[in-house]
T-cell receptor, first 114, second 114 residues
Framework: AQTVTQSQPEMSVQEAETVTLSCTYDTSESDYYLFWYKQPPSRQMILVIRQEAYKQQNATENRFSVNFQKAAKSFSLKISDSQLGDAAMYFCAYRKGGSEKLVFGKGTKLTVNP | NAGVTQTPKFQVLKTGQSMTLQCAQDMNHEYMSWYRQDPGMGLRLIHYSVGAGITDQGEVPNGYNVSRSTTEDFPLRLLSAAPSQTSVYFC?????????????FGPGTRLLVL
């Protein structure tokens, strides 16, 4: 079974600084997708960024980018120029190709200090 | 579009009571699913459906029933609530098939079983 591990239960960053959240996963599949979801205090799950395993280029979305290391099965999220609104729980998730089922990590709570 | 809606937002039950958590989407998505989120855990898949009339079990299906009579609705039933079912429940939907579309999450239902 696929597993997703987020080794940092909590992280903090100063406003305007850069922070990296870690995620590793375990799979024997070659076709899969990886996601980072943000969950603010409102509890709404918001997609931050997605990465297709077949793409070598790392995905970017404005201040958010990933470092996808396929051989190491690592998928970290970098947040640049951190803003107070970035404070939230961040979940890494995996989905096998051809399946809609998401497997989530346990999350990292990010605090942004002014 | 309203997106994915869930009702109620919050519910208190006594052990042994039954209830139905409602989920609806107006995006004509084939795929719908239910997750539960417990403290210190990521989201875990309860049940899912790839289309009307088709449902299947996820990672933690015990104690829950689902049915999918229409494309729009995917209710989750607790037949005899237990304190272990105290959790936050999320419904999600997406297009299904080859294109691995992003899943959209509802706002969640917080359930407390006494």
């Amino acid at each position: 079974a696929q597993t997703v591990t987020q080794s940092q239960p909590e992280m903090s960053v100063q406003e305007a600084e850069t922070v990296t959240l870690s995620c590793t996963y375990d799979t024997s599949e070659s076709d899969y997708y990886l996601f980072w979801y943000k969950q603010p205090p409102s509890r709404q799950m918001i997609l931050v960024i997605r990465q297709e395993a077949y793409k070598q280029q790392n995905a970017t979305e404005n201040r958010f980018s990933v470092n996808f290391q396929k051989a190491a099965k690592s998928f970290s999220l970098k947040i640049s120029d951190s803003q107070l609104g970035d404070a939230a729980m961040y979940f890494c998730a995996y989905r096998k190709g051809g399946s809609e089922k998401l497997v989530f990590g346990k999350g990292t709570k990010l605090t942004v200090n002014p | 579009n309203a997106g994915v809606t869930q009702t109620p937002k919050f519910q208190v039950l006594k052990t042994g009571q039954s209830m139905t958590l409602q989920c609806a989407q107006d995006m004509n998505h084939e795929y719908m699913s239910w997750y539960r989120q417990d403290p210190g855990m990521g989201l875990r898949l309860i049940h899912y459906s790839v289309g009307a009339g088709i449902t299947d079990q996820g990672e933690v299906p015990n104690g829950y029933n689902v049915s999918r009579s229409t494309t729009e609705d995917f209710p989750l039933r607790l037949l005899s609530a237990a304190p272990s079912q105290t959790s936050v429940y999320f419904c999600a939907s997406s297009y299904s098939g080859l294109y691995q579309e992003t899943q959209y999450f509802g706002p969640g239902t917080r359930l407390l079983v006494l």
